[in-house]
Structures are given as C-alpha cells and as structure tokens.
C-alpha cells in the first residue's frame, strides 16, 4: 500500500520560508511524475509544482518555490520561500504512476497546513 506523508508545514509570517517533505513507503523511482498541490478554503485543489522528466511550477509560486527530490531518501521537497498570505492552504503530496497496462494512477498524502499571516 502506497504512502504518503507529509511534513514541514506551519505558521510563518509573510516573507518567510517553509520547508515541506513528503516521505513515501517505497521507492519513488516508480512513479512518472511526484508533485505539490494545494487547497485553500473554499477552492478547488491547484497545481504548485511537479517534478518528473521535467519540472513545473505554477506561475504564482515561480522564483519562490523550489521543488526537488532524493531518491535516496524516497521523499520529495518543497522549499517555500518569500510566502505570502495568499500561499495559505493545505498542502498535498502527490505521486502519479503509469502502470504497464496503460492505466494511470494517482497517490495523494494526508495534506499538511501552511498558514501564512500579513
């Protein structure tokens, strides 16, 4: 069963930095893509940034936001700097798998709170 924890979230004031992790239960090479989310109240859940053969950020959090992982550890980062308030939501781990049949999947994570004050 696949696992997805994350962790590093809080409270920060605006212009300061987070790290958030996100430890999965195996190895992460078997997934096609790992990625952040995130859900503010009463919105639907955004892209933040992925990282697969390529990396992708959301426009708002480019230059701010890094993403990044290590094999090693099965676990991939995200690196939040100068935050703002609107960065506030909960954040999600997730882990995109294609398996060999063609059928997609994808693994989500129990979210993690950042809340960011003005």
């Known amino acids: 069963q696949v696992q997805l924890v994350e962790s590093g979230g809080g409270l920060v004031q605006a212009g300061g930095s987070l790290r958030l992790s996100c430890a999965a239960s195996?190895?992460?090479?078997?997934?096609?893509?790992m990625g952040w989310y995130r859900q503010a109240p009463g919105k639907q859940r955004d892209l933040v940034a992925t990282?697969?053969?390529?990396?992708n950020y959301a426009d708002s959090v480019k230059g701010r936001f890094t993403i990044s992982k290590d094999n090693a550890k099965n676990t991939v980062y995200l690196q939040m700097n100068s935050l703002k308030p609107e960065d506030t939501a909960v954040y999600y781990c997730?882990?995109?798998?294609?398996?060999?049949?063609?059928?997609?999947?994808?693994?989500w994570g129990q979210g993690t709170q950042v809340t960011v004050s003005s």
């Open positions: 990282i697969g053969p390529t990396i």
């Open positions: 997730n882990a995109h798998k294609i398996y060999l049949t063609g059928g997609e999947f994808d693994y």
């Open positions: 195996g190895s992460i090479s078997v997934y096609s893509a």
